[in-house]
């Protein structure tokens, strides 16, 4: 599957700049293209400046709203993002058309964080203009949800988080989630911390999008991933996650088909299901899921029918509701990978407990600005009859 993926500000443009770089991993590695263009959008130059796999043409790095910015962010006023972007909006349809293979395009991938102000703006008004455009063709959101303790100190954090996931869910037709806070490892700094974030956000998709577009019939696999399928998963708001199980150097002496081999294949398999839940990009509920989708990737002697059923199975006990597809994906040497989307999920706990909390905020805030006019009236009461000099 080949993705068009445009990144609104700077953790949009971070995360679409670690796109393009797993294209040229697709490239190097497996003689593949996965993206068919990556662009940043942004109201701030420098942010611009800071990326490194994106072309640095104005045509990939978008710099909109410098006559209101002067190329220095909206300052998290996601208002003036979606604005900004409103006016300018044709400027980056005519501009992310000038790829050479853009016709092949599958979907479009727009991602941003929630939290601030030129992405947030920008990633429904983007979607909102490239569904009107492109009737035919998916348009998804990847919206990267704020750290906890950006909800605790900046006082926009969770209006803008709600109104752009709001705003989001009406036009996109389906919505990543992402939660920051789930990749924070205490010992890096900030800055390490979200290139790390950034790099584990893309990788579950690199076999996802490979699976579909491999030509070598000895990496196609017995039941082949490709883009009609993900298409038909995609649908609302989707998590993704992906899990590793290491393959020992040491194989076992007794040949394939003795019982301890297969019982350690089905380990490995059920280890990796695993470990893809527990690093799914938001923490939920699996039975919440009404579509599901698991690609296994491994050496060839490493999967059979057996264990690509066994992992279906354990995923459908837990994804109760959910109509699940798969693949399998020949590829690699010492691991064995599975790459889990969990999507038209009911009930995101995260998300409704964003609208609650920006409902409260809202009325808290029409509350002290009420109060702020009553002592302004009264002021203007006391000293009515005091002569003025003006
Ligand atoms: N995962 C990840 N999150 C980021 C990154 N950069 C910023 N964020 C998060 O994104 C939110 C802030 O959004 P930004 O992208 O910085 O804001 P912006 O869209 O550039 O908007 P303005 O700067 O207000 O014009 C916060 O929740 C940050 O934690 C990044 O590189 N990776
Ligand atoms: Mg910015």
């Not at 996965?34 to 990939?60: C, E, M, R």
């Amino acid at each position: 599957m080949k993705l068009l993926v445009i990144g609104c500000g700077q953790c949009g443009g971070r995360i679409a700049d670690a796109f393009a770089r797993l294209n040229g991993r697709a490239h190097v590695q497996r003689g593949i293209e996965i993206i068919t263009g990556a662009f940043a959008v942004n109201t701030d130059i420098a942010d611009l400046s800071g990326l490194s796999f994106i072309k640095p043409d104005y045509q990939h790095r978008i710099l909109i709203g410098s006559q209101k910015t002067s190329g220095h962010g909206v300052g998290k006023i996601n208002e003036l993002g979606s604005e900004i972007t409103r006016e300018e909006g044709d400027k980056i349809l005519d501009a992310i058309k000038t790829p050479r293979h853009f016709h092949e395009t599958d979907a479009f991938l727009l991602v941003a964080g929630a939290a601030g102000g030129t992405g947030s703006g920008a990633i429904p008004i983007l979607t909102q203009y490239l569904k009107e455009r492109y009737v035919e063709k998916p348009i998804y959101n990847l919206i990267v949800l704020p750290f906890k303790h950006e909800e605790r100190v900046e006082e926009r954090t969770i209006y803008n988080t709600a109104t752009c996931l709001k705003s989001a869910y009406l036009v996109a037709d389906a919505i990543f989630l992402v939660d920051n806070q789930r990749y924070v490892r205490k010992e890096f700094s900030i800055q390490d911390n979200l290139a790390k974030i950034n790099t584990l956000v893309v990788e579950p998709f690199y076999n996802l999008l490979c699976a579909g577009e491999e030509k070598k019939p000895k990496y196609i696999g017995a039941k082949m991933l490709d883009a009609g399928d993900i298409i038909q998963t995609l649908t609302g708001w989707t998590v993704i996650g992906y899990g590793t199980s290491q393959i020992p150097f040491f194989r076992f002496p007794f040949g394939t088909s003795h019982f301890r081999d297969k019982t350690s294949k089905t380990q490995r398999g059920n280890q990796a299901m695993d470990d893809a839940i527990t690093e799914l990009s938001l923490k939920c509920d699996p039975s919440d899921a009404k579509r599901a989708l698991y690609l296994l990737s491994a050496p060839p002697d490493e999967m059979n029918m057996t264990l690509i059923n066994e992992i279906g199975n354990s995923l459908k006990r837990i994804a109760t509701e959910a109509i699940i597809r798969s693949g399998d994906y020949p590829r690699g040497k010492r691991s064995l990978d599975i790459t889990l989307v969990l999507s038209e999920l009911i009930n995101v706990r995260k998300v409704m407990g964003y609208f609650t909390k920006a409902i409260q905020h809202i009325s808290s805030y029409r509350q002290r600005w009420e109060g702020l006019e009553d002592e302004h009236g009264g002021i203007e009461e006391a000293f009515r009859d005091i002569p003025s000099l003006l």
